[in-house]
T-cell receptor
Framework: DTGVSQDPRHKITKRGQNVTFRCDPISEHNRLYWYRQTLGQGPEFLTYFQNEAQLEKSRLLSDRFSAERPKGSFSTLEIQRTEQGDSAMYLC???????????FGSGTRLTVV | QQQVKQSPQSLIVQKGGISIINCAYENTAFDYFPWYQQFPGKGPALLIAIRPDVSEKKEGRFTISFNKSAKQFSLHIMDSQPGDSATYFCAASTRGSTLGRLYFGRGTQLTVWP
């Protein structure tokens, strides 16, 4: 296993369009996290799954955002009706158990024009 | 509000020098304090972490110092090298919980001059 994989690496979209990102975690990790990082800031928590259950969502995750992990393996993050303020790096991470020790993917950079 | 406050925002150090980055927190429920290193275009990578029952942890050239009473912790990079030039983030979580979400500082951009 080569780590956490995210696809695509870059996405440019027009305002108002929908976008979907995919994350493939390390196979034996049951926890999967989505974070958002804007320029010059630390990653901000969006949501978290344990297996297929979504256990926590940040207030940052508006109703335009939805995340799924249908079989407890890969996860998708969809943003509907994108806005310019959604432009950011979207990071996925996975971990094997309680607490930290995350492994992050390289992220998907979203640019909304 | 920012749960973890990090300083300085940027740091320039000469090769061979010591780089020191500081973080402070308020939430006494935090019990896991990792540091992450991030290179441009990459995700953060775990560098070193500490739990509050230990005052210092060293791994190679990287040392975390932890002051529980002051609610502060710091990263020391000894013998800094140009390859250490990156952005460093401190973070904190309540590791004992089932959640494990991390609260990150805003980052320190370290530049090591050759």
């Amino acid at each position: 296993d080569t780590g956490v994989s995210q696809d695509p690496r870059h996405k440019i979209t027009k305002r108002g369009q929908n976008v979907t990102f995919r994350c493939d975690p390390i196979s034996e990790h049951n926890r999967l996290y989505w974070y958002r990082q804007t320029l010059g800031q630390g990653p901000e928590f969006l949501t978290y799954f344990q297996n297929e259950a979504q256990l926590e969502k940040s207030r940052l995750l508006s109703d335009r955002f939805s995340a799924e992990r249908p079989k407890g393996s890969f996860s998708t993050l969809e943003i509907q009706r994108t806005e310019q303020g959604d432009s950011a790096m979207y990071l996925c991470a996975s971990s094997p158990g309680t607490g930290g020790g995350y492994t992050f993917g390289s992220g998907t950079r979203l640019t909304v024009v | 509000q920012q749960q973890v406050k990090q300083s300085p925002q940027s740091l320039i150090v000469q090769k061979g020098g010591i780089s020191i980055i500081n973080c402070a927190y308020e939430n006494t429920a935090f019990d896991y304090f990792p540091w992450y290193q991030q290179f441009p275009g990459k995700g953060p990578a775990l560098l070193i972490a500490i739990r509050p029952d230990v005052s210092e942890k060293k791994e190679g050239r990287f040392t975390i110092s932890f002051n529980k009473s002051a609610k502060q912790f710091s990263l020391h990079i000894m013998d800094s090298q140009p390859g250490d030039s990156a952005t460093y983030f401190c973070a904190a979580s309540t590791r004992g919980s089932t959640l494990g979400r991390l609260y990150f500082g805003r980052g320190t951009q370290l530049t090591v001059w050759p």
